[in-house]
């Protein structure tokens, strides 16, 4: 199996500036040697703004959206340490008996 090839945010950005400036998709995918699929998706993606290419993954989140996601995460930890909690008593033969 072959890896994957990564590029980095600014060949991506440089490519859908100059698919965009010359107007051809794929003859612009040909000469970079990336498939115009890969290169319609990149220019999509441009469309969307900021956080077109944020790389490896990593998304640029502003600080409301970094709160929820740690939050999420948290109440995530919680839900499961509740179950587990639950599972615990009612192994314990203490699920509501004195």
Same mark, same amino acid.
């Given at each position: 199996? %072959? $890896?994957?090839?990564?590029? %980095?945010?600014?060949?991506?950005?440089?490519?859908?500036?100059? *698919?965009?400036? %010359?107007? $051809?998709?794929?003859?612009? *995918?040909?000469?970079?040697?990336?498939?115009?699929?890969?290169? @319609? !998706?990149?220019? !999509? *993606?441009?469309?969307?703004?900021?956080?077109?290419?944020?790389?490896?993954?990593?998304?640029?989140? %502003?600080?409301?959206?970094?709160?929820?996601? @740690?939050?999420?995460?948290? $109440?995530?930890?919680?839900?499961?340490?509740?179950?587990?909690?639950? !599972?615990? *008593?009612?192994?314990?033969?203490?699920?509501? @008996?004195?």
């Amino acid at each position: 199996m %072959t $890896n994957r090839k990564v590029y %980095t945010a600014e060949f991506k950005r440089d490519a859908v500036n100059l *698919a965009e400036s %010359t107007g $051809n998709v794929a003859g612009t *995918a040909r000469d970079l040697g990336i498939s115009d699929s890969v290169l @319609r !998706k990149w220019i !999509k *993606a441009a469309q969307q703004g900021m956080q077109a290419f944020p790389g490896q993954g990593r998304q640029h989140l %502003t600080p409301e959206q970094q709160e929820i996601k @740690r939050l999420r995460q948290e $109440n995530e930890i919680l839900r499961q340490e509740r179950e587990i909690l639950k !599972k615990a *008593a009612a192994c314990l033969g203490q699920n509501g @008996r004195p």
